[in-house]
């Protein structure tokens, strides 16, 4: 029966030489991983915050907006209701997480119905959110309130 003999063992300066040549490489391959996975929760967490922010902004907007007694704040509510419509609207590419999303976009549903019901309440006009029709009953106020009617009609 043949034995094999072991070979010689490393000397203790090379094993430490290839424990610090595996530990290099460990951390070559976790530290990006970390690098990246730190990344994209601090880019989460920001946008997160935004939304957050831009919620309360909506809903400081649905109070503001909420009363219309004249013919500027109707202009500004028209401008309004244009703006909300398109402000930090959420994409695929920029999102939070599915709750914060939710809660922004109930948020500027009701901030729209509330500058809409205010348009409505003072101009009598029934145009919902239709910002295009507003914008036409804009036309015709402004014109009708600088006293300019071309056309006779109202």
């Given at each position: 029966m043949t034995t094999i003999e072991p070979g010689p063992r490393a000397s203790p300066r090379r094993r430490r030489g290839l424990r610090l040549l595996l530990i290099v490489l460990g951390l070559t391959a976790i530290l990006p991983s970390l690098a990246l996975a730190t990344?994209?929760?601090?880019?989460?967490e920001a946008i997160r915050v935004h939304e957050r922010g831009v919620t309360r902004e909506l809903a400081t907007w649905e109070v503001e907006e909420a009363r219309v007694l004249s013919d500027e704040e109707a202009f500004h509510a028209?401008?309004?209701?244009?703006?909300?419509?398109n402000y930090y609207v959420p994409t695929p590419q920029?999102?939070?997480?599915?709750?914060t999303d939710a809660a922004l976009e109930e948020q500027r549903e009701r901030t729209l119905n509330a500058i809409a019901a205010a348009l409505e309440?003072?101009?009598?006009?029934?145009?919902?959110r239709d910002v295009k029709r507003w914008?036409?009953?804009r036309q015709r106020r402004q014109t009708q309130v600088s006293g300019h009617n071309p056309g006779g009609n109202p």
């Amino acid at each position: 029966m043949t034995t094999i003999e072991p070979g010689p063992r490393a000397s203790p300066r090379r094993r430490r030489g290839l424990r610090l040549l595996l530990i290099v490489l460990g951390l070559t391959a976790i530290l990006p991983s970390l690098a990246l996975a730190t990344w994209h929760f601090l880019v989460n967490e920001a946008i997160r915050v935004h939304e957050r922010g831009v919620t309360r902004e909506l809903a400081t907007w649905e109070v503001e907006e909420a009363r219309v007694l004249s013919d500027e704040e109707a202009f500004h509510a028209i401008d309004m209701l244009t703006y909300v419509e398109n402000y930090y609207v959420p994409t695929p590419q920029n999102h939070s997480d599915p709750a914060t999303d939710a809660a922004l976009e109930e948020q500027r549903e009701r901030t729209l119905n509330a500058i809409a019901a205010a348009l409505e309440r003072f101009s009598g006009e029934h145009y919902g959110r239709d910002v295009k029709r507003w914008q036409a009953w804009r036309q015709r106020r402004q014109t009708q309130v600088s006293g300019h009617n071309p056309g006779g009609n109202p």
